[in-house]
């Protein structure tokens, strides 16, 4: 299973993976990218099972990623868990908009990750 | 030429007098003629029915009817006799001077007559006197000579007839002489009324001319004077109002030009909504002129100004609502009623006369409002993702630790039992703080967007028992960690309302949690129903209470109840104020009542009346 995890901050990112590597039972690929362009490409590329999408980037932010992904829905099954600072009522209005099923704000729990990543797969 | 009312009157009189004067003399003079004539007539007649009877016996004893017949007819030329007949002893009319026969009514009356004067009427002839004289006592016959009654009425008619003529004449000098008398006194009469009525349409330099010593002469005086004194009074007296008119003009000018140079908009409405007055600053806030606006009804400005007005007359509170302005502005309108009171008694029932509206341009506090929102919207993220790094690592590493480490250590040691302990509280202390930092950022955040009006209120039919059950699920964790009762009793077939579920549920959990935060023993209970057109929702606890001295300030923000210091409640120190905010936005009112020690009260109502949005909701777009 492949998880990309996009965000501009590395220590996000840091804990994100480690996180991940709690899940001891589960083989997990993990790939990063730090803005939006990146986080296309990659995605591209390697067709990603999971993403963890921050909306505040620079270049191109989560929901246009998202609205990119709405318009032409990729070929494989991904799933986009929005992972973000931005809480308000109308972020996660245009997230459910957008065709985003999962919303975590920071600050999470590992336990919410966790929980969330067994029960998708 | 109109008769003056005096001539009218003096006339009246004067024909009335004239007729008494007539009929009375008439009457009087006529009866007298009359009886004078028939004394005369009768002595007349007398004289000559005695002279025949003696001439007839000095030269007859025997009646000789030739002789009779010559010496009567001499008498029937004397004035006043009709005829003279003789008749013998026996009655026998001897000799008369009838043409051509003896009426009927002489030769019935002849027997009976014998002597003295009777009264007769002879048909086709008249009324006459019959007046008897015997010739020696009877022996011989008697003589009638009968005196014409006729000319007695023909002769006091013509003496009436002639006193009439003669009055009649006295009469039309009087009416001329009186029209005369009337006019010399009623012209200056005349005269003065003109002037008086000049008087009464205050042309006071009006003059009359009567220059007589009489009564008249004296009244035409005393006007006149008196005239001259009011004019003297009234040119005072206008002096003094033009005086005060100017300075009222002064000080009316002053207000207007304070009203119109105020940078407040100022409407004033009367009672059925219609705009009276306006100041120069209203025309700019809403692009209409003086004219648009003055006379029509306030819905011309928007509904929110039909609320307002409909509100503010309603009541004598002050009533606040926030409008939109052309050119992209906003404002805050307050509106007082103007009551009837504070004008003079004339009014008839006190009550409420219209709505005096303040307009404040704010839109410089709102763009600050919002500036200070997004401030906050920005800090809060960026607190955010380092406070996401700091709990998220202090969480892997106490799971790290747990999971990792203590199963490596030597829990026989009990200093190193001692230190885990000490480590795993702190971490609880850790992270436990960490979240009451992320649930400030979201209330910080949450009260600036309500205060400064940019929050999106999804309004919905919902029913109170969803938002009650849904609150009360959320907690009901730390409902049983406490082992409170919970008494729910909500009114049956409650009318559902108009509002945003999710705030509402939002303030539910504020109430029901600080209910939970204060409360050691006892029970909570929550009812809700249906008063005054509202659904009042109560929460009622059996905790610590408010002190009486914080009531007033309990919905402020970062007000807590209790010493800070010492007893320091987990909080933001924001729910109540956010509550206060989401409730008010509803257009309902939040309030407490409390006994320190014994427990506290919360209330809150929702109007039941539809909403269509809330003002603010513009600004978000």
Redesign the interface.
Known sequence: MKILIVDD?A??RE?ML??ID?IEDMEIQTLEATDGLEALELIKKEKPDIVFLDI?MPKLNGFEICRIFKNEPPSWDMKIIMLT??????DIQTAKELGVKWYI??????NDIIKLLREIV | MRMSRLFQKTLISIIFLFLIIFITISIFSGWHLYNNLTEEYKSKGTAIASSIASSSVETNLNLDSATVQAMIDQFLEIEGVSYVFVRDSSGQIISHTFVPNIPQEILEISDAHKSGIKDISIQGMGEFLDIVAPITEGAIGFVHVGMNKNIINKKMWTVIGSQIALLSAIFALSLFLAYFMVNKISQPLNELTEYAKKLLNHDFSARVDIKSKDEIGLLANTMQSMANNINEVFDRYEYALKDAVLELQNTLAYLTTIIDNMADGLIVVDKDGIINHINSAVSDMFGLLEHEMIGKNIKILGKNFVELSTKSLATEEIVTAEINLTRNRFGKAVAKSIKKEYFAEDSEAKGILGSVILIRDITQEKKVDKLKTEFITIVSHELRTPLTSILGFVEMIERKFKDTIIPNIDLNNQKITKVINKIERNFDIILSEGERITSLISDILDISKLESGTVKWNLEEISIEDIVENAYKALSSLFEQKGLAFNLQIQPNLPKINADRERLIQVMINLFSNALKFTEKGFIKCSAELSNNEILVKVQDTGIGIPEEEIDTIFEKFKQVGDIMRNKPKGTGLGLPISKQIIEAHGGKIWVKSEYGKGSIFYFTIPLIKREGNNNENINS
Do not use: N, S, V
Not at chain 1, 105 to 110: V, Y
């Open positions: 901050e220590i996000i804990l480690q996180i709690e505040m600072a931005k809480g308000q009522d109308i704000t920071k600050p999470f729990k590992i």
